[in-house]
């Protein structure tokens, strides 16, 4: 898969919702019924980020889930890249980017979401060939404001603001000519997911699909 095929895939994932929700999942039984709810809410495009243990195990059950486009984030190492697609990811998603984790994304036909937080980092991507990229860590790098002016003089490059999104901020992003979508992890909280009430968990998506 070549960079430009890689950023097309991703941005065809980032228009599918207004919101990607970032989940940091602990137990891979709740990954079914989780994934469920935001898909039936509106949210087909989900980021599973591998910081537990059970991560893997969470994208390998969200892959059955009809109506779902599950994605590894968090990726890292060309090990994650891999141990990512054999659990069934279609997408991957990383704060930053380095040239061993782009060259692994594109050996495995991983479509990649790379972190980008100034023009430079924006700048060395687009001369690779992606576009789409994720704007990390969205708040503590200035939020829609230092967006905005990143997009000014880069405007073929389109974001995912992902770090501190919330429904009370989402839509100053989403307003943004270079913002495709946002991730956020507001549409799935722990005590929600741990308590298994799934229905209110739709609800948050429907709230965030209709941003």
Known sequence: ????????????????APIVPVLVVDDAAHAAPLAQALVAGGLPALEVT?????????????????GGVVGAGTLLTPQ???DAKDAGALFGVSPGATDRLLDACEEADLPLLPGAATATEA???????????????AKASGGATALKAIGAP??????CPTGGVSIQNARDYLSLSN????GGSWVAPKDKV????????????KEAAAL
């Open 154 to 159: 880069i405007p073929q490059v389109n974001f």
């Open 123 to 137: 700048m060395r991507l687009l001369e690779r060939g992606y576009s789409m990229l994720k704007f990390f860590p």
């Open 194 to 205: 741990q308590a298994g009430d799934w229905a209110a968990i739709e609800a948050l998506a």
């Open 80 to 82: 994650d890249v891999q």
């Open 179 to 182: 913002v495709v979508c946002a």
């Open 50 to 66: 591998l910081r537990t243990p059970a991560a893997l195990e969470v994208i390998a059950e969200m892959a059955k889930v009809e």
């Open 1 to 16: 898969m070549t960079p430009l095929e890689a950023s097309a895939a991703a941005l065809q994932i980032c228009q599918l």
